[in-house]
T-cell receptor, first 110, second 113 residues
Framework: GIQVEQSPPDLILQEGANSTLRCNFSDSVNNLQWFHQNPWGQLINLFYIPSGTKQNGRLSATTVATERYSLLYISSSQTTDSGVYFCAVWAGSGNTPLVFGKGTRLSVIA | KAGVTQTPRYLIKTRGQQVTLSCSPISGHRSVSWYQQTPGQGLQFLFEYFSETQRNKGNFPGRFSGRQFSNSRSEMNVSTLELGDSALYLC????????????FGPGTRLTVT
């Protein structure tokens, strides 16, 4: 099946710093999503981005489907950005499930 | 609109017991998917139900089962619990069953001792 790799696995930032998280996937995908999991376990959908670039406030994401990678940018990080960021891909059609990467654990310190 | 709710939020069970977890989807959503999250294996798909029918199943042993009711609420059951079943169990609902439309619940954290 499709493989999803995220890097780096862990990241510690000073508040106000910028960061880039990467997601590589092994095969063509129909969809790619970025999620943020807060310290209480809640998964929040950040972006649905099968290709192109999207921005939402301090967060933006770019997917280059032909090269099988996606990037999540976090600018001016805040302590509330801490948590785990997951990339998930959907390779099939119909009711095929999401395949998640292992995540990047981000800690933003004041 | 209320989000996806899961009950209970925390659970401690003993090896060999069985457990039932519940998930109530967003109103109007007919698809419910279940995921297991562990530190070692990450987030893995368990199964998906749509209109009371299991449409897809991940690579888990038969001890893991589920069902969906006519009101779209779903339950998953794990029998003969093992220590390795300790995990965060997440459910997600979607309107049409497309994976990219899923909204996740807060999860049930199961600890097996």
């Amino acid at each position: 099946g499709i493989q999803v790799e995220q890097s780096p696995p862990d990241l510690i930032l000073q508040e106000g710093a910028n960061s880039t998280l990467r997601c590589n996937f092994s095969d063509s995908v129909n969809n790619l999503q970025w999620f943020h999991q807060n310290p209480w376990g809640q998964l929040i959908n950040l972006f649905y981005i099968p290709s192109g670039t999207k921005q939402n406030g301090r967060l933006s994401a770019t997917t280059v489907a032909t090269e099988r990678y996606s990037l999540l940018y976090i600018s001016s990080s805040q302590t509330t950005d801490s948590g785990v960021y997951f990339c998930a891909v959907w390779a099939g059609s119909g009711n095929t499930p999401l395949v998640f990467g292992k995540g990047t654990r981000l800690s933003v310190i004041a | 609109k209320a989000g996806v709710t899961q009950t209970p939020r925390y659970l401690i069970k003993t090896r060999g017991q069985q457990v039932t977890l519940s998930c109530s989807p967003i109103s109007g959503h007919r698809s419910v998917s279940w995921y297991q999250q562990t530190p070692g294996q990450g987030l893995q798909f368990l199964f998906e139900y749509f209109s009371e029918t299991q449409r897809n199943k991940g690579n888990f042993p038969g001890r893991f089962s589920g069902r969906q009711f006519s009101n779209s609420r779903s339950e998953m059951n794990v029998s003969t619990l093992e220590l390795g079943d300790s995990a965060l169990y997440l459910c997600a609902s979607s309107l049409t069953g497309q994976a990219y439309e899923q909204y996740f619940g807060p999860g049930t954290r199961l600890t097996v001792t």
